[in-house]
């Protein structure tokens, strides 16, 4: 599975969007790109994920190049509570792996500043 | 609702002693997970299940162990082997619903060695 590349930590105000940039020059056609967040002492919860095209749910939107070598979390309007932990994972659909397990890093750190 | 049911939520070890997690599952999912975190770490895999009956070694299985004997549970053992257990445990299950390939994890459990 390709690996990703997340900026540690990042700070974004109340109510504005949170913008959370992913690295993954490796990726390869047939694979995933997947966004968890974790929030302290809990488990990953997941957000969304993507293939080639931009992506939204009731929690954020995904947006990824057009290379696929990034891609980008969008929290629209950060609330205290989005304080967290994102992990971006990369990997192939499901069935297609021999483990179909997902390698998180350590992830960027995002805090919602009042 | 459906999910991932582990449980201690906490847990204290005695040198020496062997453990068991708990991890059950009501979303008729396949495919079980052990992960372990440490404090500022990612999540590094223990073991995992693709079926019942059928496990397999992650990358840190050394002094742990696992048993599938049912599609719903799917208990890990902490053994006096493993040298440095406190961490945090999470389970994870995942299955191929409409169009969500991602985990459901637990909410984990605290091991602490006393």
């Known amino acids: 599975d390709a690996k990703t590349t997340q900026p540690p930590s990042m700070d974004c105000a109340e109510g504005r969007a949170a913008n959370l940039p992913c690295n993954h020059s490796?990726?390869?056609?047939?694979?995933?790109v997947y966004w968890y967040r974790q929030i302290h002492s809990q488990g990953p919860q997941y957000i969304i994920h993507?293939?080639?095209n931009n992506e939204t749910n009731e929690m954020a939107s995904l947006i990824i190049t057009e290379d696929r070598k990034s891609s980008t979390l969008i929290l629209p309007h950060a609330t205290l509570r989005d304080t967290a932990v994102y992990y971006c994972?990369?990997?192939?659909?499901?069935?297609?792996?021999?483990?179909?397990?997902?390698?998180f890093g350590t992830g960027t750190r995002l805090t919602v500043i009042p | 609702d459906g999910g991932i049911t582990q449980s201690p939520k906490y847990l204290f070890r005695k040198e020496g002693q062997n453990v068991t997690l708990s991890c059950e599952q009501n979303?008729?999912?396949?495919?079980m997970y052990w992960y372990r975190q440490d404090p500022g770490q990612g999540l590094r895999l223990i073991y995992y299940?693709?079926?019942?009956?059928?496990?397999q070694k992650g990358d840190i299985a050394e002094g742990y162990s696992v048993s599938r004997e049912k599609k719903e549970s799917f208990p890990l053992t902490v053994t006096s082997a493993q040298k440095n257990p406190t961490a945090f445990y999470l389970c994870?299950?995942?299955?191929?619903?409409?169009?969500?390939?991602?985990?459901?994890f637990g909410s984990g459990t605290r091991l602490t060695v006393v």
């Open positions: 994972i990369v990997r192939g659909r499901l069935g297609q792996t021999g483990a179909n397990n997902l390698f």
């Open positions: 490796t990726i390869s056609g047939n694979e995933y």
């Open positions: 993507g293939l080639k």
């Open positions: 979303l008729n999912h396949d495919a």
């Open positions: 299940s693709q079926i019942v009956n059928d496990f």
């Open positions: 994870a299950s995942i299955g191929e619903g409409q169009g969500n390939y991602g985990y459901t």
